[in-house]
């Protein structure tokens, strides 16, 4: 009888230390969701020296171009993978950075006629197109622009005319794809513009809208909405303005980009051997980063 009892006096304690560990466990996951939820941050660029940070820029884009009244369409797939080199921080926090084209992969379609070319290719283009992509865009790989920029993301200075300006045809980091940040702490919801000329040699301006839709942790949901108008773009006479909105997920502690989609439409108006070409600009970009 005895034995029972002790049994039943275990199997009840037992019970009771379950039940126990239950109530703790249920408290735990309260007491978890009861914290703070990170709902503002202050967003600066803080990249260390020496770091390298390697992204890939896939652009798909739709070219309409009105060549003395005939119209043609010119679809276009450009991929590129830069290094992002820190090289400089001063004492005002304004940074440094070599941007290197390591490789470009471009292919397009035009009135029935492909072009392909790919800086890593071992083979020798075949066509005459191709060997004229080969001749522009060979010289591009290697190549390094040198930006410099505030401690928000502003252009101080930037070498891309001098180094691609017999290339304009490809747009890298360097050519207005950084988050401008405010000077001020900002919350969930809140929204800012600025205004940021990528090249500050030349005249193309982005005035951009942005809102923080999120924030996860260490990582910053930005939207953006902009516009862009400009008469050259890296020294190319350009008669440029359109649109531009997108997402990009930001590193709280170092404001580099982490990734971003961007949909772009663009009119602009071109010279070549006196005749003026209007064109229309429909691009989707994505940028990744590691």
Same mark, same amino acid.
């Given at each position: 009888?005895?034995?029972?009892?002790?049994?039943?006096?275990?199997?009840?304690?037992?019970?009771?230390?379950?039940?126990?560990?239950?109530?703790?466990?249920?408290?735990?996951?309260?007491?978890?969701?009861?914290? @703070?939820?990170?709902?503002?941050?202050?967003?600066?660029?803080?990249?260390?020296?020496?770091?390298?940070?390697?992204?890939?820029?896939?652009?798909?884009?739709?070219?309409?171009?009105? +060549?003395?009244?005939?119209? &043609?369409?010119?679809?276009?797939?450009?991929?590129?993978?830069?290094?992002?080199?820190?090289? $400089?921080?001063?004492?005002?926090?304004?940074?440094?950075?070599?941007?290197?084209? $390591?490789?470009?992969?471009?292919?397009?379609?035009?009135? %029935?006629?492909?072009?392909?070319?790919?800086?890593?290719?071992?083979?020798?283009?075949?066509?005459? +197109?191709?060997?004229?992509?080969?001749?522009?865009?060979?010289?591009?790989?290697?190549?390094?622009?040198?930006?410099?920029?505030?401690?928000?993301?502003?252009?101080?200075?930037?070498?891309?005319?001098?180094?691609?300006?017999?290339?304009?045809?490809?747009?890298?980091?360097?050519?207005?794809?950084?988050?401008?940040? @405010?000077?001020?702490?900002?919350?969930?919801? $809140?929204?800012?513009?600025?205004?940021?000329? @990528?090249?500050?040699? %030349?005249?193309?301006?982005?005035?951009?809208?942005?809102?923080?839709?999120?924030?996860?942790?260490?990582?910053?949901?930005?939207?953006?909405?902009?516009?862009?108008?400009?008469?050259?773009?890296?020294?190319?006479?350009?008669?440029?303005?359109?649109? &531009?909105?997108?997402?990009?997920?930001?590193?709280?502690?170092? %404001?580099?980009?982490?990734?971003?989609?961007?949909?772009?439409?663009?009119?602009?108006?071109?010279?070549?051997?006196?005749?003026?070409?209007?064109?229309?600009?429909?691009?989707?970009?994505?940028?990744?980063?590691?």
């Amino acid at each position: 009888m005895n034995l029972f009892n002790n049994e039943s006096m275990m199997t009840k304690r037992n019970s009771n230390f379950s039940i126990g560990l239950a109530i703790i466990a249920t408290l735990f996951i309260f007491s978890s969701l009861a914290l @703070p939820a990170v709902k503002s941050c202050l967003l600066k660029y803080n990249l260390s020296t020496g770091t390298t940070y390697k992204l890939l820029i896939d652009t798909r884009q739709t070219i309409n171009l009105d +060549m003395g009244g005939q119209k &043609m369409a010119m679809n276009q797939t450009v991929s590129i993978n830069q290094s992002v080199a820190v090289t $400089d921080k001063d004492v005002a926090g304004n940074t440094t950075l070599d941007i290197t084209y $390591d490789r470009i992969q471009f292919k397009q379609n035009m009135m %029935g006629m492909d072009m392909n070319w790919d800086s890593d290719s071992k083979v020798a283009p075949a066509d005459a +197109m191709s060997q004229q992509l080969e001749t522009v865009f060979r010289k591009t790989i290697g190549a390094k622009t040198t930006l410099k920029m505030d401690q928000y993301g502003h252009a101080i200075s930037n070498n891309v005319q001098d180094v691609l300006k017999d290339n304009s045809n490809i747009s890298g980091f360097e050519s207005g794809m950084m988050a401008v940040f @405010p000077d001020r702490e900002i919350a969930v919801g $809140d929204s800012w513009e600025a205004t940021y000329i @990528p090249d500050p040699n %030349g005249d193309l301006t982005i005035v951009s809208k942005y809102t923080l839709d999120e924030l996860k942790k260490d990582i910053a949901m930005i939207s953006f909405e902009s516009t862009l108008k400009g008469t050259q773009m890296k020294g190319v006479p350009a008669k440029i303005e359109g649109i &531009m909105s997108g997402k990009s997920q930001v590193d709280v502690t170092t %404001g580099w980009i982490l990734s971003a989609s961007i949909s772009q439409n663009l009119s602009a108006e071109t010279e070549q051997q006196g005749m003026t070409i209007p064109m229309k600009i429909s691009s989707f970009i994505d940028i990744s980063s590691k």
